[in-house]
């Protein structure tokens, strides 16, 4: 069973910098796509950013480009969300989740696992 687990959520002051992190359980990243989803209060779910070994690039929603950067280390069969310059925009809940294959399948909702969810304000 593929599981994920966040860490890392925090209050971080206007501009701040904070840094999200994924572990990954049940198999490894070289197999599934690691993406980023938050959720404010009152609002939707929203997709933030995405990775895997098959895609050349990562996908990044449009509001974080150039501020947040996802990365991983396959030795720790981990995943990382680096925010810089964050803004009140960016508090949410944040989620990490699986899908399998590649940022295709994540971006179509195709979920093999969620976090708990780590809280982040700005």
């Known amino acids: 069973e593929v599981q994920v687990a966040e860490s890392g959520g925090g209050l971080v002051q206007s501009g701040g910098s904070l840094t999200l992190s994924c572990t990954i359980s049940?198999?490894?990243?070289?197999?599934?796509?690691i993406g980023w989803l938050r959720q404010a209060p009152g609002k939707g779910r929203e997709r933030v950013s995405c990775?895997?070994?098959?895609?050349?690039?990562?996908y990044y929603e449009e509001t974080v480009k150039g501020r947040f950067t996802i990365s991983s280390d396959k030795a720790k069969n981990a995943v990382y969300l680096q925010m810089n310059n964050l803004k009140p925009e960016d508090t949410a809940v944040y989620y990490c989740?699986?899908?399998?294959?590649?940022?295709?399948?994540?971006?179509?909702?195709?979920?093999?696992?969620w976090g708990q969810g780590t809280q982040v304000d700005r």
């Open positions: 989740s699986a899908a399998n294959h590649d940022c295709l399948s994540w971006l179509g909702t195709m979920y093999t696992a």
């Open positions: 049940g198999t490894t990243f070289d197999d599934v796509a």
């Open positions: 990775m895997s070994t098959k895609d050349i690039s990562p």
